[in-house]
């Protein structure tokens, strides 16, 4: 048979189908006739034409008549990605790591191809870990893909980071993203200022504390996507933005944040304050010596001050350039920073003792600001109590109980605490506190002489949650590791801290129960999770792992549906459980 034969046979189905269509809707050839010129009934060449009309109001991206080869994998490229899959599973990878690193890398893997491979090559499951061991996994060495701003095409992959994405709604709902975009942090031509910023958050949120293993943090499409990148930056970028960003950018960032909780009442009447230690490991010859209480001993390293609200948990100030000849001068600058705008009421500052000097004491009186602190305690001043009479008040304590304490409410002078328009020593209110678990008496000193005493011991009893805030950052934002392996600039790297920090308190408030939390048990709750992300033409649907706590933040997510995003390409989010867990 030659060429001109077969195609005189008119054999094919499709062919006669697409010939007879072509008549009738092209041509415009009567139905009767085309049916009779191929061989078809009047009734199914009708029943043909309808067929055919409904195959183009489903728009398929496939052809109703021609057969197209299928993409499928070539063989090389099936044996590079078998490899890496093997390769990370021999580093004790998990099978959602590979397919979310996989992914990362440009192959449209599932679970079940992994799975699969590696069941074939003869591997076990893996053993389940503990935190510390999935932390310790060996780095593999891989060529991570170049960072740029997300298409937004139609697609569909894995992300170990999905619980990530449940913050967004709270930087839409409390204008955090317009602060972000009018502030005057640096940007370039391929990542903006909003990706550079939330790129920083992602990773502060995420509790990576290795940044040198950045074959993996860099390759989680659900950490691109909160920045509005297909990935995220590599370490360098990180290093260099942080070279560009200065001291006064910084200011302007925390000034504007101030008015965000100002506005969104975030912050009472009451200031907590105090100092922290962050470790300088490089050289180290212009750094002064300060107390590191995580290391129980002086070390080379940068003076930090942290304002927090007792309330609400935000942390409202920090600064990280104190020198010893400028520590007593710190809370007259953030009274400066806190009244520059006329933005809230502060009434209370509390800290401890060594945080300034009598007089600058008297200055906070002449400004009107009521303070409370801890007398420096010496010995004469301990061996003096005795002779005191004590008064017993019961305070409420943790758990709905009450707790007796024994208090001498008195009025003193003190040295330097003056009236700066006469010269002479004023009046100071000092409380003296026993009964309270601790050997020696305490010494509270205020100027207010109308507040309660029961009043004075809770407010300083709370000033011990700005410590706690401390703690929480060297520990799980890594404060004290200076963003970790990565150079940034530790007064930029401290800012980010900071809004991070506040995001982790505001995601709190929104759970109610929750509020009281720490960040790290916030993160294990609600934001550690995993599962598919999928962005559609006018959404994004954010699929997360089934967990004991996730309707709460289902619930919650709920509430934000009409929310929109302009670094996201104005799609609205969409969460909702896997259908596997």
């Known amino acids: ?55 183009l109001r489903q728009d398929k991206q496939d052809d109703f008549f ?50 699969s491979l590696l069941r074939k090559e003869g591997f076990a499951r893996l053993h389940r870990r503990s935190k510390r061991e999935r932390k310790e996994i060996e780095p593999v060495k891989i060529k991570a893909p ?8 139609a697609e569909k992959f894995y992300s170990t980071s999905t619980g990530l994405l449940s ?26 200022r909003m990706s550079s910023i939330l790129a920083f958050v992602a990773l502060k949120a995420s509790n990576i504390k290795r940044y040198s293993k950045d074959d993996l943090w860099c390759m989680d499409r659900g950490m691109g996507l909160f920045a509005g990148l297909n990935v995220l930056p590599k370490a360098a970028w990180f290093s260099s933005y942080s070279s560009r960003v200065t001291s006064d950018m910084n200011m302007k960032f925390l000034r504007a944040l101030h008015s965000i909780w100002t506005e969104n009442d975030l912050l009472s009447d009451t200031s907590n304050l105090d100092f922290t230690t962050i470790p300088y490991w490089g050289n180290d010859d212009h750094l002064e010596n300060n107390w590191s209480g995580k290391r129980h001993k002086a070390l080379p390293s940068m003076l930090a001050v942290l304002a927090q609200d007792p309330d609400s948990g935000i942390i409202d100030y920090g600064h990280c350039n104190v020198m010893h000849n400028n520590e007593p001068k710190v809370v007259l600058e953030y009274l400066d920073f806190y009244k520059r705008d006329g933005a809230g009421e502060l009434r209370y ?8 000097s009598y007089e600058n004491l008297s200055k906070l009186d002449d400004n009107d600001v009521n303070f409370i602190t801890i007398r420096r305690r010496g010995k004469n001043l301990v061996e003096s109590v005795k002779n005191k009479s004590f008064k017993k008040i019961r305070i409420e304590a943790s758990g709905l109980k009450k707790r007796s304490l024994n208090v001498v ?28 678990g601790k050997i020696k008496p305490g010494f509270v000193i205020l100027n207010d002489f109308e507040i309660s005493v029961e009043q004075v011991v809770r407010k300083y009893a709370r000033r011990w949650l700005v410590e706690k ?44 129960r929750y509020s009281h939390f720490t960040a790290e048990r916030i993160y294990e709750k609600f934001i550690e999770n995993k599962g598919d992300v999928e962005i559609k033409e006018n959404e994004i649907i954010v699929g997360m792992k089934k967990k004991r ?4 933040v289902l619930e919650t997510m709920k509430l934000y549906e009409d929310y929109t995003y302009p670094w996201l390409n104005q799609l609205p989010i969409y969460f909702q459980a896997s259908s596997s867990s």
């Open 1 to 55: 048979m030659d060429a001109f034969e077969y195609f005189q046979m008119n054999h094919l189905v499709k062919k006669r189908q697409y010939d007879a269509l072509k008549e009738f809707f092209f041509l415009k050839r009567p139905a009767k006739e085309v049916a009779q010129k191929y061989g078809y009934t009047e009734a199914s060449f009708y029943s043909l034409t309808r067929d055919f009309r409904n195959y």
């Open 66 to 115: 021609f057969i197209s080869k299928p993409k499928g994998r070539k063989k090389r490229a099936i044996r590079e990605l078998d490899d890496i899959i093997i390769t990370h599973r021999k580093h004790n990878f998990s099978v959602e790591e590979i397919v979310a690193i996989t992914n990362a890398m440009g192959y449209d893997v599932t679970y079940g191809y992994v799975y």
């Open 146 to 153: 170049e960072t740029d701003t997300l298409e937004f095409k």
């Open 167 to 192: 913050f967004l709604p709270i930087i839409k709902k409390y204008g955090l993203d317009k602060v972000i975009a009018r502030s005057s942090y640096p940007e370039t031509s391929v990542v903006n």
């Open 349 to 356: 500052l509390v800290f401890d003792s060594k945080f300034t």
């Open 409 to 436: 409410d008195e009025r003193i002078t003190l040295k330097g605490y003056i009236d700066f328009k006469t010269g002479k020593k004023k009046e100071i209110r000092q409380i003296i506190i026993t009964g309270n």
């Open 469 to 512: 805030g401390i703690s929480q950052q060297i520990e799980f934002f890594h404060l004290n590791r200076v963003t970790s392996s990565m150079v940034i600039k530790v007064d930029f790297d401290f800012v980010m801290t900071i809004l991070t920090h506040n995001l982790y308190r505001l995601f709190a408030l929104e759970l109610e």
């Open 549 to 552: 706590d996730l309707p709460l």
